[in-house]
């Protein structure tokens, strides 16, 4: 069901006037459009939602139901726009940061470095949360300023820097880890099948599984779930198999999970900070700079 904000407000106000060519004039539009949006309403929730008459248009039971929950919802819409105004008029600086699943504990970490730094008090940092692959494409479509994202881009339309490596942990069941207080190399963690974030969710983690266990690797990775790294425990608490995470992440109390440390080379992951190439504004320029 996909009720738009439009015809429910048309919606509330047909149903406080009790007539479709008041509500017209009071909508500034004409009656034939307002009539097709209450046809269309009606048709998408299975129900009549007013008794037409010559004297006018009353609402049903199931019409004044809903009247009252749409009324709620465009008085509490009204008062976000209202806020957003006020927003966009008391403040002229905004920096929109996107910041990949699983590090979303740097939030802190960066409205510190703005308040360290010593930014114009005026500035707004706005902080977006999605997957790894949603915070690269926001940023290249102008949605975001900054990423904060895992692993690094390709993009020669977008500038990397690596802001810190993290060791990664192996997720396996309790009866596994209890075995281990860490594994020598990443080919050595205990489960059959080795869990990996899907490429469409997060790339980096997605490529790095596939190169570290390729088709003659003693372990089988398992793609067929669409799963992120927030994700990936949960999984592996449902007997899924096991999988590899950043440090990062292993505050999470998942039962019936631990997270094991990896030795070696391999078992170490990047994140980074990306802006487009094109000329930033001083405000990103100096947010940029605050991370050395």
């Known amino acids: 069901m996909g009720i738009d904000l ?4 048309s919606f509330v106000t047909v149903a406080q006037l009790g ?3 008041r509500a017209a004039r009071h909508l500034h539009i004409e009656q034939p459009p307002l009539s097709r949006q209450i046809a269309s309403l009606e048709r998408e929730v299975g129900f009549d939602l007013f008794t037409r008459s010559r004297t006018g248009m009353s609402l049903t ?3 004044s139901v809903l009247s009252r929950q749409a ?4 008085a509490e819409f009204d008062v976000m726009e209202n806020i957003i105004e006020k927003s966009r008029r008391e403040h002229k600086y905004r920096i929109n940061i996107g910041i990949s699943d699983g590090l979303h504990s740097l939030d802190r970490f960066i409205k510190s470095v703005m308040a360290i730094r010593s930014f114009d008090p005026r500035v707004i940092v706005d902080l977006k949360h999605d997957c790894n692959e949603n915070v690269i494409m926001m940023l290249k479509e102008g ?4 990423a904060v994202i895992w692993g690094e881009t390709d993009d020669d339309n977008l500038i990397n820097k ?4 993290e060791r990664l942990y192996a997720v396996t069941l309790d009866s596994y880890s209890t075995r281990k207080k860490h594994y020598r190399n990443i080919h050595d963690i205990d489960g059959e099948y080795v869990l990996i974030p899907s490429k469409s969710r997060n790339k980096y983690f997605n490529d790095m599984m596939v190169n570290l266990f390729p088709p003659e690797s003693t372990r089988n990775i398992n793609p067929n779930y669409d799963i992120d790294l927030l994700s990936l425990a949960p999984m592996v608490a449902a007997g899924a198999g096991c999988g590899l995470i950043p440090n990062l992440l292993t505050s999470t109390n998942i039962r019936g999970v631990s997270y094991v440390e990896v030795h070696g080379d391999e078992a170490v992951c990047v994140a980074s900070l990306v802006t487009r190439r094109e000329i ?3 405000l ?3 947010f940029m700079a605050s991370f050395r």
């Open 6 to 9: 439009r015809r429910l407000r």
């Open 19 to 21: 007539s479709l060519t």
């Open 61 to 63: 039971e199931f019409g």
């Open 71 to 74: 009324s709620r919802i465009i």
């Open 143 to 146: 949605t975001i300023d900054i």
């Open 162 to 165: 690596i802001i810190f490596r």
């Open 280 to 282: 930033p504004s001083p």
């Open 284 to 286: 990103v320029r100096s």
